[in-house]
Antibody, heavy 115, light 107 residues
């Protein structure tokens, strides 16, 4: 069955970096784009961007240009989100989602930013 | 960017009620709208795509309709397991955009 399994919760200090993984199984990884979604505590869903799993080309939404990086380890069917220079406002749960209409989702990774 | 205006932000219903949530897009999205259910601490789950196509496993009490800029999502005969937040997503254009969400509570 199709699954997206994400890495575990993270506790980081402001200014640090975090790397979140999203491992896909049950389908051909390169056939579907991978999308990233942020959900701040008690808030709605915010689109961050996507990565073309065939070419590795990332596309970022405007609010996520600069400190956010999407990349792949195609041999491991895994997509990554790295956030550099963490800020308090990055504290959220981050989801990966498959396909241009977000049919399957990872379980989410809670990132806590606290000094 | 396409804005998705979802209403109401919250909804109170009794078991067995019919409830309806709407999403209005800032431009025509050609029926490329999906609806998701999210329970606390869980990932969103897709229920409907392309306006009215039920995803495998979605109970038939869920339905969707609409065209152009205006779309709706309904639950007929609300059950206790339907208590959750619901979001629309337009996937006609990049960047994808979500509605603000609707929290369904029991009256």
């Amino acid at each position: 069955q199709i699954q997206l399994v994400q890495s575990g919760p993270e506790l980081k200090k402001p200014g640090e970096s975090v790397k979140i993984s999203c491992k896909a199984s049950g389908y051909t990884f390169t056939n579907y784009g991978m999308y990233w979604v942020k959900q701040a505590p008690g808030q709605g869903l915010q689109y961050m961007g996507w990565i073309n799993t065939e070419t590795g080309k990332p596309t970022y939404a405007d609010d996520f240009k600069g400190r956010f990086v999407f990349f792949l380890e195609t041999s491991a069917s895994t997509a990554y989100l790295q956030i550099n220079n963490l800020k308090n406002e990055d504290m959220a749960t981050y989801f990966c989602a498959r396909n241009y209409y977000f049919d399957y989702w990872g379980q989410g990774v809670m990132v806590t930013v606290s000094s | 960017d396409i804005q998705m205006t979802q209403s109401p932000p919250s909804l109170s219903a009794s078991l067995g009620d019919k409830v309806t949530i709407t999403c209005q897009a800032s431009q025509n999205i050609n029926k490329y709208i999906a609806w998701y259910q999210q329970k606390p601490g869980k990932a969103p789950r897709q229920l409907i795509r392309y306006t009215s196509t039920l995803v495998s496993g979605t109970p038939s009490r869920f339905s969707g309709s609409g065209s152009g800029r205006d779309y709706s999502f309904s639950i007929s005969n609300v059950e206790s397991e339907d208590i959750a937040s619901y979001y629309c997503l337009q996937y006609d254009n990049l960047p994808r955009t979500f509605g603000g969400g609707t929290k369904l509570e029991l009256k």
